[in-house]
């Protein structure tokens, strides 16, 4: 365990400079400015905090919790960017995405208020892990929404983003998990916390290295025939009904 | 503790659609068609089945019913291949439509997702009973909803027009 965590650490902020150099070498900062921005916070706060944790625990524990708020504002953008750039051509999808983050939102902010309404003294003050661990699930709900409609379009990705979109993704629900087992579990689970969330990183931070290694294009959507929205519509909903029928008719016979 | 299953589920989801999401089917589906009804009242003839009942063979007779209900289910899975593409034609299509309507999409998926719960609850009819028992199960659900139907009809017919006359003005 002595050799274990420093060898992650340093593991994980040479992986975090390769992914930066290989990003400014292949121009993708420019591409992803947000995640890179992102990669660059991380490796400086990580160093911040080495130095930290060589004056006393407590300053290296509030560092740890302040970097890691910031850490997560810039998490939020990063998923920005992942569905900017995945729905680039996308005017249609876009547009849903629109109506299903802001419902998720009013959603959520619904949940706060309700829970604010029963517990306001808990809400207010909740611990840091469990703020770390909102906060993450905000984004969980945010990468969900984004997942299930690529899935539901079958909206191709490009290798940069995809790496992106699978890193990212994993970090978040690795870091929902551990988050909550954290709060749940308290002080019991603080060893295993020390080893999974690092390793988890260093797997992600893998991961982007071999997706961004160098620059690939993401894929054009296809001009398609433009159509009567409301009638394809319409159609495909007879055509459920029709297919419906069939099925249960077919049977009967 | 909901609260712990709502945390961990999320994380849960999210892996899963990631699985999904990492092999998007692309290539474009060849239209099958919708295979014919007469297909499957073929399969379901029952002049087939007395006769191979009437044969008194056991092991014929479960032999039978075993490559109908196979028959039965590739005539069930060529409908779902159809209605699969046919709403995949519709997403690919409104992907870069400008005038998409959220809540149209919600009535989109959800006739699909309807269908697939027909088609599920089908499946696992023909699977369980087998092709023969699967169709009387559904007449047995028809007869049953028209007996429902019919008495709803007749208790409204008798018991509505003379109470709502009955109320003292």
């Known amino acids: 365990m002595r050799i274990f965590t420093p060898a992650v650490w340093w ?26 921005g992102y990669a660059a916070y991380v490796l400086c706060s990580s160093l911040v905090l080495f130095r930290l944790s060589l004056v006393s625990r407590q300053a290296y524990s509030v560092g740890h919790w302040a970097l890691d708020f910031v ?37 959520l902010l619904a949940k706060f208020v309700a829970n604010l309404a029963t517990q306001p003294v808990r809400v207010l003050f909740p611990t840091t892990v469990e703020l770390a661990r909102n906060l993450r699930f905000g984004q969980a709900a945010l990468l969900l929404a984004i997942l299930s409609l690529l899935v539901y379009y079958r909206i191709p990705l490009g290798r940069n983003v995809a790496s992106l979109l ?19 579990l308290g002080s019991r ?12 990183y260093l797997v992600i931070l893998g991961m982007w290295c071999v997706g961004m290694w160098s620059r690939e294009a993401n894929p054009v959507p296809s001009p398609e025939l433009e159509q009567d929205y409301a009638h394809l519509s319409r159609q495909t909903i007879a055509g459920m009904a029709r297919m419906r029928a069939r099925l249960l008719n077919g049977l009967r016979s | 503790m909901i609260g712990l ?88 299509a409104v992907r870069q439509t400008q005038d998409v309507r959220p809540m149209m999409e919600v009535r989109v998926a959800c006739s699909f997702a309807l269908f697939m719960l027909n088609y599920a609850v089908i499946v696992g009819l023909v699977r369980w009973y087998g092709p023969f028992g699967a169709g009387a199960v559904l007449r047995l659900f028809d007869s049953l909803s028209g ?8 208790v409204a017919g008798s018991a509505g027009a003379p109470a709502f006359g009955a109320i003292p003005t």
């Not at chain 2, 499957?40 to 087939?48: G, K, S």
């Open chain 1, 11 to 36: 593991a994980g902020n040479a992986a975090l400079g390769v992914l930066l150099y290989r990003g400014l070498r292949r121009r993708l900062a420019r591409e992803y400015p947000v995640f890179y």
């Open chain 1, 71 to 107: 850490a997560v504002l810039f998490g939020v953008g990063v998923t920005w960017e992942i569905y900017d750039t995945i729905l680039a051509g996308y005017s249609g999808v876009r547009r849903v995405g629109r109506s299903l983050i802001a419902s998720l939102v009013l959603i």
């Open chain 1, 166 to 184: 699978y890193g990212y993704t994993l970090f978040i629900a690795t870091a929902v998990v551990n988050l909550t087992l954290r709060s749940a």
């Open chain 1, 189 to 200: 689970f603080q060893p295993w916390w020390a080893v999974l969330q690092p390793l988890a």
């Open chain 2, 5 to 92: 299953l709502v945390f961990l589920g999320a994380s849960v989801a999210l892996v899963l659609l990631l699985l999904v999401v990492k092999h998007p089917a692309t290539s474009e589906e060849v239209p099958v068609g919708l295979p014919d009804r007469a297909i499957m009242e073929r399969i379901l003839a029952p002049e087939d089945s007395r006769y191979i009942a009437s044969l008194r063979l056991p092991r014929v007779y479960r032999l039978f019913q075993r490559e109908r209900r196979v028959l039965a289910l590739a005539w069930l899975r060529a409908i779902r291949a159809e209605a699969t593409r046919i709403f995949g034609l519709h997403t690919r």
């Open chain 2, 147 to 154: 007996a429902m139907e019919r008495l709803s009809r007749q």
